[in-house]
């Protein structure tokens, strides 16, 4: 299998928490978001629409990291991502796509190129912004993660799932934008579970071959 | 089952597809995104997230659209809605998910209010941005389903899917705010395709109770 990544974008990082959870290798190829390489030639032959992450496995390309990381479920189940009940599995799914499309979507670099290059957005302003947008998500999912039962030591009960490979990314992230988390107890509680297992810390971006 | 949704709601309509492709009842319970009845008290103790859809079946409540038709998908598993090897799964669900994240929450009413309030942004750039995020993601929808052999009738072979619960309540509200979408003949020609079923039909706007 190979990854094509950046060790910043938190959309690659969701797939190498997967990845490393399930014990699986990939090449890594690294596309410098920074330096616009996505919008090269060489990567818009892999990827229709200039973003990372993209999959390969045996000669097939896989896009967005949700997913991808069903893929990853289907075809190497053990340990599992996702709970067994029906019920179960879309409240996994929707913490996750809370993340993915209520937070990251407003947050990354082309739409906050946008506000301050088109519309003439502040720095300042263009924080707010994205500190809004996080924050926004971010109540959403601790309301959710302190008062459903499910919530275990992790997002849902005592093993790391889907949930997780999106939420840690966004954490992340928002540590990067010096977003005040504490108001989120349960976030941050589950974000450093998380952070203190091996899969997760490996996944991590500053411990990609590509990190600056 | 209970659909807590709005006529215009667009992740709503994504549902109401799903439901009525597989020949599901929900009772559909409204609420006025114009007029801010997500954030009155009623719904805020059914969301967590003030958002719609949010599905309730044998009293336990899902939350964010393709989560929800995932689990319908798993709970009344005919008609699929996906197919059934794993790369063709991640290929439908890549295509829904470039709807769901790179395009509808970029353009959300709370987005576009954010840029008309705080930062005060014109009505004339409103719309650009919003043409804007459509194109970029058409773009990509298009490159993928005019260029990759699993295209049939539909997004994905010759029966409707996941993707297309995606794709067509995005065209219908691309063709509200009147983005010009001669650029993209693959997703016109599939979303006539859709339109001609009678399930999609009875999922449109228009056709709602609370159609206004």
Redesign the interface.
Known sequence: MQLYGFFRSSAAYRVRIALALKGLDADQVSVHLGKGHQYGEAFAAVS??N?VPVLE?EG?R???S???I??LE??HPRPALLPND??E???V??LA??V???I???NNPR?LN??TG??G?SED?KL??YH?WVKMGFI?LE??LM?ERQTGRFCHGDAPGLADCALVPQVANANRFKVDLSDFPTIRRINEACLALDAFQRAAPQNQPDAE
């Open positions: 229709p629409q973003l496995d097939r896989l896009y967005q949700l997913a991808i069903e893929y289907e075809t029906p019920f599995r879309a409240r799914r929707s796509l809370i993915a499309c209520e990251h979507p407003l739409v946008y506000l088109k519309l957005v302003q707010e912004w809004h959403a309301r959710r008062s």
